[in-house]
């Protein structure tokens, strides 16, 4: 929410002025406000935080047909 450390920014844009014979473009530029969400990044992250400490367990469940496959899931289980 700080202006000075995400500051508006200029916009240029082009305006055509129409005269009875012909039409000339000028580049103008204005000031546009941008988007300033504050956002509560420590909540987010505390609560990530928590969930992978209290969560529970993944369990990897496969129905084994051959041996080779028995073995990876060994290694993925150590």
């Not at 909540?43 to 129905?63: C, D, E, H, Q």
Request: zero cysteines; proline letters at 5%; glycine letters at 2%.
């Amino acid at each position: 929410m700080d202006r000075t450390k995400r500051r508006d920014r200029n916009a240029l844009y082009e305006e055509v002025d129409k005269d009875e014979d012909d039409a000339t473009t000028k580049v103008k530029s204005r000031v546009e406000s941008v988007a300033r969400i504050p956002v509560p990044f420590q909540k987010n992250i505390v609560s990530k935080a928590v969930s992978f400490l209290f969560g529970n367990p993944v369990k990897i469940v496969t129905p084994l047909i051959q041996v080779e496959e028995l073995r990876v899931l060994n290694a993925i289980r150590s």
